[in-house]
């Protein structure tokens, strides 16, 4: 096994020497969505009819091969490894590179081997880059330590070899967010994040590894990394860095973050900024910080005083009440709300009370939904709200207040103040918040039940110890409707497998909903659509030949008029907007779900659509749009467009804003 990976290794150098920079792009798969053939073969991966796929993936048509190899990375079944590797010694380097993409989604260490094989045995006069560079990444999704250390030190590559650099970045971040590192991939990735020769999205892939992966180490690194951290004229870097400094520990790092909190100009640095800053001294981060509240943009103004609820201390709490006022964006204000009630000790009960009590005076002042809702999350630090908060679960119309209190008492029985403020009590306590579950659950809310779940999944919450009956859980999850309500249905089941000592296994979809081809008639590779909000519009385009069922279903949503006034119900800054949602609370869908279709696509850039789930081959009409790259969604959640115009829009889009209506510009 050694003599092989050395060979692969000897091979990564070797070919950089031989391989032409630019190559024949004719591979001869064409998708034509109006060919009978081609829809019967996204018919069966809509089906997950394996043995047919099979079949087709051995078809001398290459483009019946490549939709197979995409339903076969959709699918990831592992008994299909050894058919799947059997197309990377394909003549067409399309199919061979969907092969290599479908191995690594599957995910199962049986598929190092093939892709080790294939890389090696091609006649260099005859590699194709964007297949080498799909089995790099393969390898970083499915191979062993011994693979990640051949990975890491292959440093032959040209800067100009583009896929190359890609397949090597992507591989071993992919072994990164697997949990499996290692000193010389990160120094890769510093060399690489530190070198401006290098392609931008290399670079950008590079510092996300640095950003995201646990437990390496970047000390010996940390002044190469600041120098482009404050210069770098590619903000998708710079915020990256940004997160990556988080995990040094120095005085000096910390003043050039505060530094550049002061001069930076992008919206999504800054809110990265704030978050690293949470893991260097208090005392000298907070003033500066204070200022900033109220920052014109409301995301600054937000992550500023989410700063203060995660990072704040006690003696400060009086202090953040002191900040809350009318001039602030409300969401702010919620956020001080919540940081005094995180950092004020729980001892102060006669100032609790009025905090209380104050958050739910303006809850029930408010005529805004997602105010109500801001505000009502903040009692998950008060614990003698629970009273109020069962209350509002099981009284309010609104569901998205209802799921938001459920939420909230959620919060209570894993806040520290609990045990403080009923000490010899709080068992006592857990059991009636117990009761309440009991209530929750014969109400049959899909949004409820489905965070009443959660908490007895939660051991922090000690429910499992307190809950004895499981016949009530039982009975809720039997009058859930499929798949409707797949979400709720595999939580309660979980935690019935909790409460009963039981394996969990999540209930699988059943195929319950044909793509409608006469959807996409008339789309062609100009077309737009347009998500009008109101804030603005968002221009789109459509992968239709990538994702047909996921447009297939958009565009019967939007000519049916569904997504007109559908709050954005989610939005995450630095991260996404979140919408379409029935309910407006995040557990809403319809009577059917549609197939997971993960192409080979990559969040690389802000303004990619992807579709929201819980889990794959549950989606159904609830979708995202990027504020910035997101690489930790590659391969999970299907991308079906990516904004054309409007990205403003995107960036200004709260909690509560809405959908007015989508237009199929064909």
Same mark, same amino acid.
Request: proline share 4%.
């Given at each position: 096994?050694?003599?092989?990976?050395?060979?692969?290794?000897?091979?990564?150098?070797?070919?950089?020497?031989?391989?032409?920079?630019?190559?024949?792009?004719? !591979?001869?798969?064409?998708?034509?969505?109006?060919?009978?053939?081609?829809? =019967?073969?996204? $018919?069966?991966?809509? =089906?997950?009819?394996?043995?047919?796929?099979?079949?087709?993936?051995?078809?001398?048509?290459?483009?019946?091969?490549?939709?197979?190899?995409?339903?076969?990375? %959709?699918?990831?079944?592992?008994?299909?490894?050894?058919?799947?590797?059997?197309?990377?010694?394909?003549?067409?380097?399309?199919?061979? %590179?969907?092969?290599?993409?479908?191995?690594?989604?599957?995910?199962?260490?049986?598929?190092?081997?093939?892709?080790?094989?294939?890389?090696?045995?091609?006649? #260099? @006069?005859?590699?194709?880059?964007?297949?080498?560079?799909?089995?790099?990444?393969?390898?970083?999704?499915?191979?062993?330590?011994?693979?990640?250390?051949?990975?890491?030190?292959?440093? &032959?590559?040209?800067?100009?070899?583009?896929?190359?650099?890609?397949?090597?970045?992507?591989?071993?971040?992919?072994?990164?967010?697997?949990?499996? #590192?290692?000193?010389?991939? #990160?120094?890769?990735?510093?060399?690489?994040?530190?070198?401006? &020769?290098?392609?931008?999205?290399? $670079?950008?892939?590079?510092?996300?590894?640095?950003?995201? /992966?646990?437990?390496?180490?970047?000390?010996?690194?940390?002044?190469?990394?600041?120098?482009?951290?404050?210069?770098?004229?590619?903000?998708?870097? $710079?915020?990256?860095?940004?997160?990556?400094?988080?995990?040094?520990?120095?005085?000096?790092?910390?003043?050039?973050?505060?530094?550049?909190?002061?001069?930076?100009?992008?919206? $999504?640095?800054?809110?990265?900024?704030?978050?690293?800053?949470?893991?260097?001294?208090?005392?000298? %981060?907070?003033?500066?910080?204070?200022?900033?509240?109220?920052?014109?943009?409301?995301? /600054?103004?937000?992550?500023?005083?989410?700063?203060?609820?995660?990072?704040?201390?006690?003696?400060?709490?009086?202090?953040?009440?002191?900040?809350?006022?009318?001039?602030?964006?409300?969401?702010?204000?919620?956020?001080?709300?919540?940081?005094? @009630?995180?950092?004020?000790?729980?001892?102060? #009960?006669?100032?609790?009370?009025?905090?209380?009590?104050?958050? @739910?005076?303006?809850?029930?002042?408010?005529?805004?939904?997602?105010?109500?809702?801001?505000?009502?999350?903040?009692?998950?630090?008060?614990?003698?709200?629970?009273? !109020?908060?069962?209350?509002?679960?099981?009284?309010?119309?609104?569901?998205?207040?209802?799921?938001?209190?459920?939420?909230?008492?959620?919060?209570?029985?894993?806040?520290?103040?609990?045990?403080?403020?009923?000490?010899?009590?709080?068992?006592?306590?857990?059991?009636?918040?117990?009761?309440?579950?009991?209530?929750?659950?014969?109400?049959?809310?899909?949004?409820?039940?489905?965070?009443?779940?959660?908490?007895?999944?939660?051991?922090?919450?000690?429910? +499992?110890?307190?809950?004895? =009956?499981?016949?009530?859980?039982?009975?809720?999850?039997?009058?859930?409707?499929?798949?409707?309500?797949?979400?709720?249905?595999?939580?309660?089941?979980?935690?019935?497998?909790?409460?009963?000592?039981?394996?969990?296994?999540?209930? +699988?979809?059943?195929?319950?909903?044909?793509?409608?081809?006469?959807?996409?008639?008339?789309?062609?590779?100009?077309?737009?659509?347009?998500?009008?909000?109101?804030?603005? %519009?968002?221009?789109? +385009?459509?992968?239709?030949?990538?994702?047909?069922? &996921?447009?297939?279903?958009?565009?019967?949503?939007?000519?049916?008029?569904?997504?007109?006034?559908?709050?954005?119900?989610?939005?995450?800054?630095?991260?996404?907007?979140?919408?379409?949602?029935?309910?407006? !609370?995040?557990?809403?869908?319809?009577?059917?779900?549609?197939?997971?279709?993960?192409?080979?696509?990559?969040?690389?850039?802000?303004?990619?659509?992807?579709?929201?789930?819980?889990?794959?081959?549950?989606?159904?009409?609830?979708?995202?749009?990027?504020?910035?790259?997101?690489?930790?969604?590659?391969?999970?959640?299907?991308?079906?467009?990516?904004?054309?115009?409007?990205?403003?829009?995107?960036?200004?889009?709260?909690?509560?804003?809405?959908?007015?209506?989508?237009?199929? +510009?064909?």
């Amino acid at each position: 096994m050694i003599n092989r990976i050395l060979g692969f290794f000897v091979l990564c150098f070797y070919f950089i020497s031989c391989v032409p920079g630019f190559e024949k792009d004719f !591979d001869g798969v064409s998708i034509d969505l109006s060919n009978k053939e081609y829809r =019967e073969a996204f $018919r069966l991966q809509d =089906e997950q009819n394996i043995d047919s796929l099979y079949t087709l993936l051995r078809s001398e048509d290459p483009t019946k091969a490549y939709i197979a190899g995409l339903a076969f990375a %959709s699918i990831q079944e592992k008994r299909s490894i050894d058919s799947v590797a059997a197309q990377l010694s394909n003549v067409y380097p399309k199919v061979r %590179s969907i092969a290599a993409y479908a191995l690594g989604q599957i995910g199962a260490e049986a598929g190092e081997d093939f892709l080790i094989d294939a890389f090696k045995n091609k006649d #260099t @006069l005859d590699i194709n880059n964007v297949v080498n560079s799909r089995i790099l990444e393969a390898v970083g999704k499915c191979g062993g330590e011994n693979m990640l250390s051949a990975l890491s030190t292959i440093s &032959t590559y040209r800067n100009t070899d583009t896929l190359l650099l890609l397949g090597q970045v992507r591989g071993i971040y992919r072994y990164g967010v697997r949990g499996m #590192t290692n000193p010389a991939g #990160t120094k890769r990735m510093v060399d690489i994040v530190t070198d401006n &020769t290098y392609p931008s999205e290399v $670079r950008m892939m590079a510092a996300h590894y640095l950003a995201r /992966v646990q437990k390496i180490d970047i000390n010996e690194y940390k002044f190469r990394l600041v120098k482009f951290f404050t210069s770098d004229p590619d903000p998708h870097i $710079r915020m990256a860095i940004a997160g990556a400094l988080g995990k040094v520990s120095d005085g000096e790092i910390h003043s050039y973050l505060l530094n550049q909190l002061t001069i930076e100009k992008d919206y $999504r640095v800054i809110v990265s900024i704030l978050k690293s800053l949470g893991n260097y001294p208090y005392i000298r %981060s907070v003033e500066p910080i204070i200022t900033l509240l109220s920052h014109k943009n409301r995301h /600054v103004a937000e992550a500023s005083a989410q700063f203060l609820i995660d990072n704040g201390n006690g003696s400060d709490a009086t202090f953040y009440r002191s900040l809350i006022n009318d001039s602030l964006y409300y969401s702010v204000n919620a956020k001080l709300y919540e940081s005094v @009630l995180v950092n004020l000790p729980a001892y102060f #009960t006669n100032t609790r009370k009025k905090l209380r009590e104050e958050i @739910l005076a303006k809850a029930n002042d408010s005529i805004s939904v997602a105010e109500k809702v801001g505000l009502i999350r903040t009692l998950a630090h008060e614990p003698r709200s629970y009273v !109020d908060l069962k209350e509002l679960a099981t009284n309010s119309e609104d569901k998205a207040i209802a799921t938001a209190s459920m939420e909230a008492l959620s919060g209570l029985l894993v806040s520290p103040h609990f045990i403080k403020t009923f000490k010899g009590k709080h068992l006592f306590k857990r059991k009636e918040i117990a009761d309440i579950l009991i209530d929750i659950f014969k109400k049959g809310d899909a949004g409820m039940s489905a965070v009443a779940a959660d908490m007895i999944i939660d051991p922090e919450t000690q429910l +499992k110890d307190i809950i004895t =009956e499981v016949s009530y859980l039982i009975e809720a999850r039997n009058k859930l409707q499929l798949p409707r309500e797949i979400e709720t249905y595999n939580k309660i089941q979980e935690a019935i497998s909790i409460l009963k000592g039981e394996k969990f296994i999540p209930k +699988k979809v059943n195929f319950n909903n044909p793509i409608e081809w006469s959807r996409l008639e008339g789309l062609s590779d100009t077309s737009i659509f347009v998500i009008q909000t109101n804030k603005g %519009s968002i221009s789109f +385009k459509p992968y239709t030949k990538d994702t047909p069922g &996921t447009v297939a279903n958009f565009v019967k949503l939007a000519e049916s008029d569904f997504y007109d006034e559908k709050s954005f119900h989610r939005v995450v800054s630095n991260f996404v907007v979140q919408g379409g949602c029935p309910r407006g !609370d995040g557990y809403g869908s319809l009577d059917y779900t549609i197939r997971s279709e993960f192409a080979p696509l990559y969040y690389n850039d802000a303004g990619y659509l992807g579709m929201a789930s819980a889990g794959p081959h549950t989606e159904g009409v609830q979708f995202f749009i990027t504020h910035s790259p997101t690489p930790h969604l590659d391969g999970r959640y299907t991308i079906f467009g990516k904004v054309t115009d409007g990205m403003d829009v995107v960036h200004n889009i709260f909690p509560g804003d809405k959908i007015t209506n989508v237009i199929i +510009k064909k």
